[in-house]
Nanobody, 123 residues
Framework: QVQLVESGGGLVQPGGSLRLSCAASGFTLDYYVIGWFRQAPGKEREGVSCISSRGGSIRYADSVKGRFTISRDNAKNTVYLQMNSLKPEDTGIYYC????????????????WGQGTQVTVSS
């Protein structure tokens, strides 16, 4: 059974950092594209970052470039999203997803999703 579990969310002040984890089970993560997405209240789900199966292709949304870093540890079957210099507009539920054919920030290309982890940036 394919399962993705996000963790690492929480409440942080503007300018702070968080590291999100996406742990996979039921499949070997290193063969698959992994994407990170977020959804704020009243807004559509948007792509934040994605990484190809061997890490050769990485994409970031313009709004997070230079602040967020995606990485993967295939030995731990886990993908991370390091988020620095957080802003209030980064607030939302963050999801990881897989099974896209290519590394894309379009959520419609992903079939398997985790349950999400809440990130709140507020003073």
């Amino acid at each position: 059974q394919v399962q993705l579990v996000e963790s690492g969310g929480g409440l942080v002040q503007p300018g702070g950092s968080l590291r999100l984890s996406c742990a996979a089970s039921g499949f070997t993560l290193d063969y698959y594209v992994i994407g990170w997405f977020r959804q704020a209240p009243g807004k559509e789900r948007e792509g934040v970052s994605c990484i190809s199966s061997r890490g050769g292709s990485i994409r970031y949304a313009d709004s997070v470039k230079g602040r967020f870093t995606i990485s993967r540890d295939n030995a731990k079957n886990t993908v991370y999203l390091q988020m620095n210099s957080l802003k209030p507009e980064d607030t939302g539920i963050y999801y990881c997803a897989t099974d896209a054919i290519i590394a894309t920030l379009d959520p419609r290309n992903y079939d398997y999703w985790g349950q999400g982890t809440q990130v709140t940036v507020s003073s």
